[in-house]
């Protein structure tokens, strides 16, 4: 039965206060030693410019030496499309356990990459499934299982009723779904900078990096600021990135600015115990946004999704020009 947004508000009130045992519910203790970092990692083995087996071998081992350089306990979401290239699928499957090995662990983010909120349920849960057997059979070789799964395009679904339906299908099957925080559109900085090295353009690659170093810390001061205004505190924060090679070249300086901030990488699991994450979505839109808006949503406050800081506007610019206004 689909329940009213009152009712909705109500039960996670009385669920913020009650722990089920007739007590106060206390709130839980936060580090005073540091931030926590969850490094979420989408679109494995690779989402590049093309199906070039070598640069996605040569972005799996710049991501997975910085990875294991700082120790980051890492969730990486396979699409599984990407891994069924014509002569390259057990390479492929290669430079996926060479994620596991690194210390990541492998988690379903569907097949074919279809927006929930575009096709229908039935074939949506399809997907699914499919996309669980790569993940699924290379973890059992390490005596593991995936157990989150991420939707395509952050679309969560826009009826009370397949979000319902399709949360009871994932916990039938082990999985919890997988929120973010926050993000910066390396998608769109990875084009220019993938385009500027295939001419040969060094300077302007550089130029592509500094500004998404940059645009790191931009998203990082929103979210932390958007934390602290709907929950009083920090809490845990799931960056999104792709397997990429904007992400091959400087991950590790990535993860540097984020230690120097404060911040202690951790796993989905340790993070997802904070109670913020108890928060209901309720948020129905056709944005991809990060959860710190839904929550706020579900929370009834205002609603600061269109404050999300963009790239440099030479950067939006250089995109659109490339992308033909996409």
Do not use: C, K
């Not at 996926?96 to 909120?117: I, K, M, P």
């Not at 057997?133 to 009826?159: E, I």
Request: avoid cysteine; hydrophobic fraction near 40%.
């Amino acid at each position: 039965m689909r329940r009213s947004r009152p009712t909705l508000l109500l039960a996670a009130l009385i669920a913020f206060l009650s722990p089920g045992d007739g007590t106060a519910r206390q709130e839980a203790p936060v580090s005073t030693t540091a931030r926590l970092m969850v490094i979420t990692v989408d679109d494995l083995p690779y989402v590049g410019g093309s199906n070039d087996v070598r640069a996605a071998e040569q972005v799996t081992w710049r991501m997975t030496t910085a990875l294991r350089a700082h120790r980051v306990p890492a969730a990486g979401f396979v699409t599984g499309s990407r891994v069924f290239v014509t002569g390259q699928i057990d390479a492929r499957e290669a430079m996926l356990r060479d994620w596991v090995r690194a210390g990541a662990t492998l988690e379903n983010h569907s097949f074919s990459h279809e927006s929930f909120h575009e096709v229908p349920l039935a074939r949506y849960l399809d997907d699914l499934v499919r996309g669980d057997l790569v993940p699924s059979r290379v973890m059992a070789s390490f005596g593991a299982r995936p157990h989150f799964y991420r939707h395509p395009f952050n679309h969560a679904g826009r009826s009370d009723e397949d979000r319902e339906r399709l949360e009871a299908f994932l916990a039938d099957r082990g999985y919890r779904l997988t929120p973010f925080t926050v993000e910066h559109a390396d998608y769109v900085f990875n084009r220019l900078y993938v385009d500027a090295l295939g001419v040969g353009d060094t300077a302007m690659a550089a130029r592509v990096g500094d500004a998404y170093l940059h645009q790191l810390d931009v998203a990082l001061d929103f979210a932390e600021e958007i934390s602290e205004a709907t929950f009083g505190r920090d809490v845990p924060q799931i960056l999104l990135i792709h397997a990429n090679d904007i992400n091959g070249a400087y991950l590790d300086q990535m993860l540097t600015r984020i230690e120097n901030r404060g911040y202690r990488f951790a796993s989905l699991d340790e993070a997802l115990v904070d109670r913020a994450y108890e928060t209901p979505d309720q948020y129905r839109g056709p944005a991809g946004i990060s959860w710190l808006h839904r929550w706020r949503v579900g929370l009834g406050l205002p609603e600061r999704w269109r404050e999300e800081p963009d790239p440099p506007t030479w950067v939006l610019d250089a995109y659109r020009r490339v992308t033909g206004g996409r």
